[in-house]
């Protein structure tokens, strides 16, 4: 018993050092750089492209049950996402400011939504590059919340993964295998 706790109390130490030292080599306090940043969302963007190549054309606008969002609503309420939060972490206009992505029929076949959710990838990336390292600290109001700018876009990077996440159920349900994870 003892062990374990002191087993626990080493990684977690390790765990807070490593916190740490990664926010002083990002500078101001920042725990990740905009490099850093840019990285994983091209990563994330690769890997939704895999989604969406995955699902078939009659897949698009299947749902699994008449309570929840279809394939394609899913990926264009994550692309709103990217939009929404990117515009207010990084101050950019939001090209479907006031549009809810959602509900636009113009966007439910397989090429339009592949090309609106890559889209909101792009633009987030774009946003990204405007900011410094030195910015990400900065307050920026998001949805009525007082977050940095490094908050920001990891919530938004945490609401991509869900959404995505969530189509995976939907691609099996056709009888497709999804893309494998993609960490790295």
Do not use: C
Request: net charge positive; charged share 25%; proline share 3%.
């Amino acid at each position: 018993m003892l062990t374990k706790i002191h087993a626990r109390m080493f990684v977690t130490g390790l765990f807070l050092v490593s916190t740490l030292l990664t926010g002083w080599t990002a500078g101001n306090g920042s725990t990740t750089t905009v490099a850093q940043m840019v990285t994983e969302w091209q990563r994330a963007k690769e890997f939704t492209k895999e989604y969406l190549e995955a699902m078939s054309e009659e897949g698009t606008n299947y749902k699994p049950t008449p309570e929840v969002r279809t394939f394609a609503e899913q990926m264009l309420h994550l692309a709103n996402g990217n939009f929404n939060f990117a515009a207010a972490a990084s101050g950019k206009t939001n090209p479907y400011q006031g549009k809810n992505l959602e509900k636009m029929d113009e966007f439910k076949t397989k090429a339009a939504l592949a090309k609106v959710v890559l889209e909101s990838y792009d633009f987030t990336i774009d946003a990204l590059k405007t900011v410094t390292d030195a910015q990400m600290t900065d307050q920026v109001k998001v949805f009525g919340q007082s977050l940095s700018r490094e908050t920001a876009f990891a919530k938004e990077f945490e609401h991509q993964t869900h959404h995505r996440g969530q189509t995976t159920i939907y691609i099996r349900m056709k009888g497709i295998k999804p893309p494998n994870e993609k960490l790295f």
